[in-house]
């Protein structure tokens, strides 16, 4: 049989191209088959590494504010920090927040004492550190303290220790509303308000301040301070009509002989604590000495509390938190061994002010004896109170 080579030698080329065709497709098919095993191996080992990379987040939250009145807005801050090599995508930080502290975007449910917050991070380079600011409106007076986390990333998840806490005072009342006692210490002059100054009593010269009256202006320390203009006005400094110093006592317990509901006992109670916080604020601002003390439980198992007058943004504040643990249920130290106390103690030339919800003889006769002791003393009956 005679074949013709040159006839024949198409289709050989046809068939050469046809295998070489088949080992590019099984070359890419392999290629793909390689990336793809790869690629999960990666995975694999990324899911491997992150749960050991999510053990090297840190992460921290803080309050603005250690305290601020109820009503307020501050800030709580989460900072989140990659201490590893690798990547993180997708990390969730999970909480639990009090419904006191409202939440900004979240609504409040009613039926529970705590609302599921949730924070979200697309991605955390190594070694990178975010801050993440959320605004809380502080709703109700109280301690709150939050304590853990939960950071997961897919599957992965880790407890976190995240300790933040602050305190809720008692909500402000407007002081030009408040009945305030008049000081009969020093002068004769009947106010409103004790916090005004002595025309007769000078303490000392200063410089000018915006607001001084022109009466009080010293012409001649003036001319002796060689200043021109502002600089060299000279005025008399006076002292305030009272001795500055203000205790306050505000009675938790209620008169045995007339029963009171729950709710209206908060709710007057509430007043009190708002209206002494009012009170003790006013009189630092001017200068004061103040002191507070209260026959009430605390949540940390006190049953009274007793800061003796002192000067200071410090005692003020710690007065305020104390304020804050004040559980409102009935069943602290006698009201009378508080004030007793300080008449055993010589409490003297201060103003006092005695806030509960009822009076009778016992609180009377010792309101008598602290006059006895040269101190002008008011007593508060919170039910008078409109606010």
């Not at 915006?210 to 200043?227: L, M, P, V």
């Not at 304020?323 to 006698?334: N, Q, R, V, W, Y």
Request: glycine letters at 6%.
């Amino acid at each position: 049989m005679n074949i013709n080579f040159y006839k024949s030698l198409p289709t050989l080329r046809r068939k050469q191209d046809l295998w070489i065709f088949e080992n590019e497709v099984f070359l890419y098919i392999l290629i793909a088959v390689s990336v793809i095993i790869g690629i999960a191996l990666l995975y694999v080992l990324y899911c491997f590494l992150r749960a050991k990379a999510l053990k090297k987040i840190s992460y921290a939250r803080k309050f603005s504010e250690k305290g601020s009145y109820q009503g307020d807005e501050i800030l709580l801050t989460e900072t989140i920090t990659n201490k590893s090599f690798l990547p993180l995508f997708f990390i969730t930080i999970e909480y639990y927040i009090y419904n006191q502290l409202q939440y900004d975007g979240y609504e409040l449910s009613l039926d529970e004492n705590m609302q599921f917050a949730t924070s979200r991070f697309f991605l955390i380079m190594p070694f990178m550190r975010i801050k993440r600011k959320h605004r809380i409106k502080l709703l109700k007076r109280g301690y709150y303290e939050l304590d853990t986390i939960t950071a997961s990333c897919t599957r992965a998840e880790r407890r976190i220790s995240a300790p933040a806490n602050v305190y809720i005072y008692p909500a402000l009342l407007k002081t030009n509303d408040l009945p305030i006692p008049a000081s009969t210490l020093q002068g004769d002059t009947n106010s409103r308000t004790w916090l005004i100054r002595d025309p007769f009593s000078l303490s000392g010269i200063r410089e000018y301040r915006f607001g001084d009256s022109f009466n009080s202006i010293n012409f001649k320390a003036t001319a002796r301070s060689g200043k021109l203009g502002f600089e060299g006005i000279r005025v008399n400094n006076r002292d305030f009509c009272s001795n500055r110093n203000l205790m306050v006592y505000l009675n938790f317990q209620t008169d045995g002989n007339a029963p009171m509901a729950g709710y209206y006992y908060e709710q007057l109670m509430e007043k009190g604590l708002s209206y002494s916080a009012a009170i003790l604020r006013e009189a630092f601002e001017y200068g004061y000495r103040v002191g507070f003390a209260a026959n009430s439980t605390l949540q940390t198992g006190e049953t009274h509390i007793f800061y003796p007058m002192t000067q200071g943004a410090v005692n003020y504040e710690e007065i305020l938190r104390q304020m804050s643990l004040i559980t409102l249920i009935e069943g602290g130290s006698s009201f009378m061994s508080i004030i007793k106390n300080d008449i055993i103690r010589g409490l003297s030339d201060s103003e006092v002010l005695i806030i509960s919800t009822y009076c009778n003889e016992t609180i009377d006769n010792a309101a008598n004896q602290l006059r006895r002791y040269g101190n002008n003393v008011t007593i508060i009956l919170l039910g008078d109170i409109n606010n």
